[in-house]
Nanobody
Framework: QVQLVESGGGLVQAGGSLRLSCVGS????????MGWFRQAPGKEREFVAA????????RYADSVRGRFTISRNNPRNTVYLQMNTLKPDDTAHYYC??????????????????WGRGTQVTVSS
C-alpha cells in the first residue's frame, strides 16, 4: 500500500505562489491516479486537481483552473501542485491522495483509497 507525505505548505500573501509536493513510498505509485484535495474549517473536503498514472491527463476544479498545475515524477514517486496567483479563498489544509481505477483520474473523494496527512496553506489578504 502506498504511503503519502505532503510538504510545501505555508503562509503566503495573496497573489503569491507555493509548490506542494507529495512523496509516495511502498506500493506501486506509478500505477495510481493521484489527486489533490483541500478542506477549509467547517467545510467539506473538495477536489482541487488530479492526474492520471502516466501524467498525460489532468483535471482541475473550476476554482483553480488556470492558476494551479498538477504534475508528477514517477521515478521520484512524487506528485506536485504548483499554485500561482493564490487567493485568500485558497486557504485550507491540502491533502494528497492515491487511487482510482477508471480511465480518467477521478474527482470524487470516495474514489481515492490512500491519503496523506496534509499540509496547511494560508493565504493572507
Amino acid at each position: 500500500q502506498v504511503q503519502l507525505v505532503e510538504s510545501g505548505g505555508g503562509l503566503v500573501q495573496a497573489g503569491g505562489s507555493l509548490r506542494l509536493s507529495c512523496v509516495g513510498s511502498g506500493g506501486t505509485f506509478s500505477r495510481r491516479h493521484m489527486g489533490w484535495f483541500r478542506q477549509a474549517p467547517g467545510k467539506e473536503r473538495e477536489f482541487v486537481a488530479a492526474i492520471n498514472w502516466s501524467g498525460g491527463m489532468s483535471r482541475y476544479a473550476d476554482s483553480v483552473r488556470g492558476r494551479f498545475t498538477i504534475s508528477r515524477n514517477n521515478p521520484r514517486n512524487t506528485v506536485y501542485l504548483q499554485m500561482n496567483t493564490l487567493k485568500p479563498d485558497d486557504t485550507a489544509h491540502y491533502y494528497c491522495a492515491a487511487g482510482g481505477t477508471s480511465l480518467y483520474p477521478p474527482t470524487r473523494v470516495d474514489d481515492y483509497d490512500t491519503w496523506g496527512r496534509g499540509t496547511q496553506v494560508t493565504v493572507s489578504s
